[in-house]
């Protein structure tokens, strides 16, 4: 009886552990959306008390003089938060991918991972026409 409680406590740790890690697999490598934030980066820290990740705002603004909207971002390697670093102080925009449900904050503290920055062009370099504007109807 007792060999046979201990058997199945096994048995239910193993396939509880084997889900949590196909559930943590499945999460960092499905991604629930994609998109583009232009800004300021206003803060970029490695922090974390076991897992140290780096974590960092941007400052969003729409207009000047307009009050910023903060983005909060996780950026997951190191060569990726150097690239964000030497752009601080410019106009950058952060390609970034939104992964929903992590079990864990050891990957990151928000669900936005930023996997490319660039600067953003100056006003007067040519610009591509967006679809149905203006330019492009006449």
């Known amino acids: 009886m007792k060999s046979n409680f201990l058997r199945n406590v096994i048995v239910t740790f193993v396939v509880l552990t084997l889900l949590l890690m196909g559930w943590t697999w499945l999460s960092l490598n ?7 934030r232009a800004g300021y980066v206003q803060k970029l ?13 941007l400052a969003l603004v729409t207009m000047p003089g307009a009050i910023p909207e903060k983005f909060t971002f996780t950026v997951p390697d190191d060569a990726t938060a150097r690239r964000v670093n030497a752009l601080a102080g410019e106009r ?7 992964h929903k449900f992590i079990p864990t904050s050891c990957f990151g503290d928000t669900e936005y991972f930023v996997v490319d920055a660039n600067k953003v062009r100056e006003a007067n370099a040519p610009t591509v026409p967006l679809p149905n504007s203006p330019q492009l109807t006449r």
């Open 30 to 36: 499905w991604t629930y959306s994609e998109g583009e």
């Open 45 to 57: 820290s490695k922090k974390g008390w076991l897992c140290k990740t780096w974590e960092g705002e």
């Open 92 to 98: 950058v925009v952060l390609q970034y991918q939104q």
